[in-house]
T-cell receptor, first 115, second 119 residues
Framework: DQQVKQNSPSLSVQEGRISILNCDYT??????FLWYKKYPAEGPTFLIS?????DKNEDGRFTVFLNKSAKHLSLHIVPSQPGDSAVYFC??????????????FGTGTRLQVTL | GAVVSQHPSRVICKSGTSVKIECRSL??????MFWYRQFPKQSLMLMAT?????????EQGVEKDKFLINHASLTLSTLTVTSAHPEDSSFYIC???????????????FGNGTRLTVT
């Protein structure tokens, strides 16, 4: 039962263009969402997050959009840079404002930014 | 920023032996740490929640007698893969959040993972 899904296993984008990575979830209890970036043989690195009370969060080149009714979120990277090439994981959790929360991860999308 | 150190980064062991993986929070204390496992080209799957001073909580389908977790201090959790078999070969990653920070104040910080190969 995959509660968090990333239906595109890979994405190729030209440098300077926008990268859009998508994520869908099924558990309506999720109230906090995160995006992580991962290089091979390394642990994930946190990128950006969004609470379910918002529909957009922006941090530099990274913007996350949340559509609660559709149970869908997306990560926009603009402009894309070659260093952005990595695997991106969407993650979700719930109920954790004061305690450590376990994350449910999507299957990942491999982004390749070409010159 | 919060740093999580994991050791070893890579280990090869023979079938039937046990392997211990350490996860340390270097500049913060954590009452809870999480252990994940990733198979090639797949998602990170939560194996267990490590609780300082008490028993770990295992996810469904994870054998607690095979994957022993000890969280003896606020900065160290260990995962021991007992009687390892080739099917245990995987990438194991730990994560932690500072005490009281909560996911919305401090997202989970991950170690760099341990690549286990059982021959």
């Amino acid at each position: 039962d995959q509660q968090v899904k990333q239906n595109s296993p890979s994405l190729s984008v030209q440098e300077g263009r926008i990268s859009i990575l998508n994520c869908d979830y099924t558990n309506s209890m999720f109230d906090y969402f995160l995006w992580y970036k991962k290089y091979p043989a390394e642990g994930p690195t946190f990128l950006i997050s969004i609470s379910s009370i918002k529909d957009k969060n922006e941090d530099g080149r990274f913007t996350v959009f949340l559509n609660k009714s559709a149970k869908h979120l997306s990560l926009h990277i603009v402009p894309s840079q070659p260093g952005d090439s990595a695997v991106y994981f969407c993650a979700a959790t719930f109920g954790g404002t004061g305690t450590a929360s376990k994350l449910t991860f999507g299957t990942g999308t491999r982004l390749q930014v070409t010159l | 920023g919060a740093v999580v150190s994991q050791h070893p980064s890579r280990v090869i062991c023979k079938s039937g032996t046990s392997v211990k993986i350490e996860c340390r929070s270097l500049d913060f204390q954590a009452t809870t740490m999480f252990w994940y496992r990733q198979f090639p080209k797949q998602s990170l799957m939560l194996m267990a929640t490590s609780n300082e001073g008490s028993k770990a909580t295992y996810e469904q389908g994870v054998e607690k007698d095979k994957f022993l977790i000890n969280h003896a201090s606020l900065t160290l959790s260990t995962l021991t893969v007992t009687s390892a078999h080739p099917e245990d070969s995987s990438f194991y990653i730990c994560s932690a959040t500072p005490i009281g920070a909560g996911i919305q104040n401090s997202p989970l910080h991950f170690g760099n993972g341990t690549r286990l190969t059982v021959t």
